[in-house]
T-cell receptor, first 116, second 112 residues
């Protein structure tokens, strides 16, 4: 168990409202990721982080921002939610060894977001 | 740009039959290759990975995959499928190990 939790697990919101999803880990891993999962698209990387205050964009970052002020928390924010952001969002932590990331990701259970 | 293709959206097999799930990638050099499995309502779990060396890699739950550079493929196989293998399977590729690109997934259905 990699000790990763996502909150909230389910959320329904209206177009134009801000939304923040939280990913919390208990094992001090450096690498953290936010993916979204949509039918026919698989998982697409939104943003990722290599450590505190060290984040970068993934392939579908438009409309999303992230923050990592503590090692254990990686927040994903939708500043003004749109219906196209209705999705299941997965946080993942990347296992790392002395040489860097190993490629093994541990995923949270997902956050289902519906934007009406 | 790197990409990964899983040509089969949905596969149905009988329990006890063999299984092969296809994965093709596009990348200029030897990529890092992974297979993940997702059970309904769950996050993804790593089945196996290939970085270098022996092109046939063994994973958990009796799965294996073979890297074929000439075909740009990394197909997942299992000699005898169990009903509990019903899930969605994702191939992933990376130029390195810290940022993976996932395929669109193959949903496996197993009939008794």
């Amino acid at each position: 168990d990699a000790g990763i939790t996502q909150s909230p697990r389910h959320k329904v919101t209206e177009t134009g409202t801000p939304v923040t999803l939280r990913c919390h880990q208990t094992e001090n891993h450096r690498y953290m990721y936010w993916y979204r999962q949509d039918p026919g698209h698989g998982l697409r990387l939104i943003h990722y982080s290599y450590g505190v205050k060290d984040t970068d964009k993934g392939e579908v970052s438009d409309g999303y921002s992230v923050s990592r002020s503590k090692t254990e928390d990686f927040l994903l924010t939708l500043e003004s939610a749109t219906s196209s952001q209705t999705s299941v969002y997965f946080c993942a932590i990347g296992m790392d060894a002395s040489g860097g990331a190993t490629g093994e990701l541990f995923f949270g259970e997902g956050s289902r977001l519906t934007v009406l | 740009a790197q990409s990964v293709t899983q040509p089969d959206i949905h596969i149905t097999v009988s329990e006890g039959a063999s299984l092969e799930l296809r994965c093709n990638y596009s990348y200029g050099a030897t990529p890092y290759l992974f297979w993940y499995v997702q059970s309904p309502g769950q996050g993804l779990q790593l089945l196996l990975k290939y970085f270098s060396g022996d092109t046939l890699v063994q994973g958990i739950k009796g799965f294996e995959a073979e890297f074929k550079r000439s075909q740009s493929s990394f197909n997942l196989r299992k000699p005898s499928v169990h009903w509990s293998d019903a899930a969605e399977y994702f191939c992933a590729v990376g130029p390195n190990t810290d940022k993976l690109i996932f395929g669109t997934g193959t949903r496996l259905q197993v009939f008794p």
